[in-house]
């Protein structure tokens, strides 16, 4: 027994290749943690391997090498304790809204009846503020209403962690905007524990507490983990930028984007690289004091 | 729109009405009695056949459309009489034929849908079971009908066998199809909410294949409603098939010819029946 402290969610020396073992696999020797009641996310270029890393995480795909400790035990598959909105909505077209959530309510809860089910599915329907839409089957609603059922969806279950794929990616900037908001909140309320893929750097330095920096695959690799110094109570959507520290953080995030992701080889045959021992950054402190360099914006993509 | 598109169905069925018409008018010149031409030469096979009358030319045996009609509303206005075992009403006659079609067909369906789940969820049986689908396929259901008479010694079990050989492969196939096709991203869905595997099997698959499957439950009716007849016809008895053999023999054109309708009827409403089903569970993505 390994009683020393293990954060909840703890990745220990993850690789995962598809194909024969004369490829090069798409992430190797990956070691990071995600804390009790903390909000990480994930950043990388598309392609690089992140929804691989959080379907390992879920228990849907298994490792090549390495393994998942979650509440100090090794994973061994899907389970109710790990919510997943998917990256695509993934709701069942042939249900409703009340019974896609239903759906999931019930398989949390067997032995309830149906009068419970729907009363609880309904709580977490008035939640992501859809009520009145019970009825609708998936078809019929807009791109924001399906995430926020699959949103729904996933804490209807109340789980112990939420695990969540570019929930948001797919959405305009204006609704985007509400649900970031919306699951801020939730997520504050019920202390969630929460893994989140984005590559959108603004969306990252608003949520998270913690951002792990993953560089380009094949053989990808994840090269540092950014500390968001911005107290979570002064991060607010519309006057994020104004916050001192924002500048820093978004620079150093786009930096690591635009440059870094892609030569990190290099970085390592300078400075060397333990992957168990990962650097914890705080751009956002070194900014207080002296005034940041401003980096001309560029978006987080390649172009 | 909506007034464009009623006058277009206006006008489709004033235009079927005018179709049918001219068949009718075609049919009524065709079938004239011709006066004074009974001396033309007859091949006595064919005279022995149709009978001399009708080969002489003086009364066609083809009947008019009158005649038909008038067969079609006697058999109308009694369909369910039974005056001795080769003399039965044409509505006990379709539903004999009815009852076989929907017994092989439920037979194929509870083999057909279980086993294409099975095909469906597991490559091994898929690649163990597909040659013997392929080679079996496409035999004529017919074909059958000899083994099938030998080993069951009964002909109505007979023909029932050959109604199930022949809605087994549409079934069978597309429900192994549509178990295959159901998208990954809802089985991982069942996955994570740590559903067993025959709730997933009821509530996940089975809902999202139903329109793959009922597209092929109505292939396998409407090729059983086909190949009743052409059993009926073989084995004899009783079914719609056999009345029109019968009245082949009896030489009952005008009862051939309404038999044909009330098929075509019948097998018209099997399919909308079908397609009223499919349609229930068809979902919009
Ligand atoms: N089942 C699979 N078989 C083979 N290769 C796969 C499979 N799944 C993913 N890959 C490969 O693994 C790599 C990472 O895929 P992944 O979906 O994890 O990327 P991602 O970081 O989530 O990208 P995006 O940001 O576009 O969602 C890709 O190069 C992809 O081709
Ligand atoms: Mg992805």
């Known amino acids: 027994m390994q009683q020393q402290q293990r954060p909840l969610i703890s990745v220990e020396g993850l690789s995962r290749r598809f194909g024969d073992s004369g490829q090069t696999p798409v992430f190797e020797d990956l070691w990071f943690g995600v804390d009790r009641a903390e909000f990480c996310c994930l950043i990388g270029h598309s392609g690089c391997g992140k929804t691989t890393i959080l379907n390992v995480l879920a228990g849907l795909d298994q490792p090549t090498e390495g393994a998942v400790i979650v509440d100090n035990r090794e994973i061994d598959g899907p389970s109710l304790d790990r919510a997943v909105i998917f990256q695509g909505h993934a709701l069942l077209p042939w249900l409703t809204v009340m019974g896609n959530i239903a759906f999931a309510v019930t398989s949390r809860w067997p032995s309830w009846d149906r009068a419970k089910v729907r009363d609880h599915a309904a709580k977490f329907i008035e939640l992501v503020g859809l009520t009145g839409a019970e009825g609708k089957r998936p078809a019929q609603l807009s791109g924001g209403m399906k995430q926020r059922v699959g949103i729904a969806r996933a804490l209807s279950i109340q789980p112990k962690m939420l695990l969540m794929d570019e929930p948001f990616s797919a959405l305009d900037a204006l609704t985007r905007g509400m649900l970031q908001d919306e699951v801020l909140r939730i997520c504050a309320a019920t202390n969630q524990t929460v893994f989140m893929i984005t590559h959108d750097v603004d969306e990252a330095i608003l949520l998270a507490d913690r951002i792990v920096l993953m560089t380009n695959g094949p053989g990808a690799k994840i090269a540092e983990i950014v500390v968001n110094t911005m107290p979570r109570n002064e991060r607010h959507r519309n006057d994020l930028h104004r916050h001192p520290q924002y500048y820093a953080i978004r620079n150093h995030l786009v930096e690591f984007l635009v440059n870094r992701s892609r030569a990190f080889d290099q970085e390592i045959a300078e400075h060397g690289y333990d992957p168990r021992r990962l650097k914890l950054v705080k751009p956002g402190l070194a900014a207080v004091n002296p005034p940041a360099e401003v980096v001309p914006l560029t978006t987080g993509r390649r172009q | ?285």
């Open chain 2, 1 to 285: 729109m909506a007034a464009f598109k009623n006058s277009l169905r206006l006008r489709a069925a004033l235009l079927s009405l005018l179709i049918f018409a001219a068949i009718v008018g075609l049919w009524q010149i065709a079938t004239q009695p011709v006066a004074g031409s009974g001396t033309a030469a007859v091949d006595p096979e064919y005279a022995k056949l149709v009978g001399v009358a009708a080969a002489t030319g003086s009364k066609s045996a083809m009947p008019t459309p009158a005649d038909v009609g008038a067969t079609l509303w006697k058999h109308l206005l009694d369909p369910f009489y039974i005056r001795g075992s080769n003399d039965k009403g044409i509505g006990i006659q379709l539903a004999y034929s009815l009852g076989r079609v929907l017994l092989g067909f439920a037979l194929a369906a509870l083999v057909a849908v279980p086993l294409g789940f099975l095909i469906g969820m597991s490559p091994l049986v898929y690649r163990a079971l597909d040659p013997f689908i392929q080679v079996l396929k496409p035999v004529s259901p017919l074909a059958w009908m000899p083994l099938a008479l030998y080993t069951i010694k009964d002909s109505a079990i007979s023909s029932i066998f050959v109604i199930f050989i022949c809605s087994v492969w549409p079934m069978l196939i597309n429900t192994a199809f549509g178990v295959a096709g159901v998208r990954k991203e809802w089985l991982n869905v069942s996955r994570t909410l740590e559903v067993g595997p025959f709730r997933t099997a009821f509530k996940v698959i089975l809902p999202a294949a139903a329109p793959t499957i009922m597209t092929g439950m109505r292939i396998s009716v409407g090729i059983a409603w086909l190949v009743i007849v052409a059993a009926e016809m073989l084995v004899g008895g009783t079914g719609i098939g056999y009345f029109v053999w019968n009245e082949w023999n009896n030489l009952s054109i005008a009862n051939i010819i309404t038999a044909i309708l009330l098929i075509g009827l019948v097998g018209l409403v099997l399919d909308q029946v079908l397609a009223w089903l499919a349609k229930l569970v068809t979902y919009p993505e």
